[in-house]
């Protein structure tokens, strides 16, 4: 295997792992918006009930101050879990123009691989050609 392809091979797994760290990262961000959004169907749930059941009432006032505080720490954990997304996103981006810059060097390096195999091959097929001329050209004379 060359040096290109290695290159090549490393930015591959580097890329493949920070897709797999995204995926991750974004999943833990779902699981949170999914217990945010019962985390208010419960707490709308809880405020109907107050509103039927007049001792739930003096229970709710608590309530509703603890689950807005809840809503708070879960929605502040929703924007760093977004943050270290968009973080992982940046660095997938540059993980992939990495890749590609590996792609075009290993790519010009076979280029000019089969470049340097056809001038010898034209080299040496000249050289044949000319000790064929001269043979010729010694038996003419």
């Given at each position: 295997?060359?040096?290109?392809?290695?290159l090549?091979?490393?930015?591959?797994?580097?890329?493949?792992n920070?897709?797999?760290?995204?995926?991750?990262?974004?999943?833990r961000?779902?699981?949170?918006?999914i217990?945010?959004?019962?985390?208010?169907?419960?707490?709308?749930?809880?405020?109907?009930r107050?509103?039927?059941?007049?001792?739930?009432?003096?229970?709710?006032?608590?309530?509703?101050?603890?689950?807005?505080?809840?809503?708070?720490?879960?929605?502040?954990?929703?924007?760093?879990?977004?943050a270290?997304?968009?973080?992982?996103?940046?660095?997938?981006?540059?993980?992939?123009?990495?890749?590609?810059?590996?792609?075009q060097?290993?790519?010009?390096?076979?280029?000019?691989?089969?470049?340097?195999?056809?001038?010898?091959?034209?080299?040496?097929?000249?050289?044949?050609?000319?000790?064929?001329?001269?043979?010729?050209?010694?038996?003419?004379?």
């Open positions: 295997m060359s040096w290109s392809e290695s090549v091979k490393l930015a591959t797994y580097e890329v493949e920070r897709q797999l760290r995204l995926a991750e990262i974004a999943k961000r779902v699981d949170a918006e217990r945010l959004a019962v985390m208010i169907a419960e707490g709308e749930a809880e405020a109907k107050a509103g039927q059941d007049a001792e739930s009432g003096w229970y709710h006032i608590g309530y509703a101050d603890g689950l807005r505080i809840r809503k708070a720490a879960l929605q502040a954990e929703i924007d760093a879990i977004e270290e997304e968009r973080g992982a996103r940046d660095a997938l981006a540059e993980a992939f123009e990495e890749q590609k810059k590996y792609e060097v290993a790519e010009n390096a076979r280029v000019a691989e089969r470049k340097e195999v056809n001038r010898r091959d034209n080299a040496e097929l000249d050289e044949v050609g000319m000790q064929a001329a001269r043979r010729s050209a010694g038996r003419a004379a």
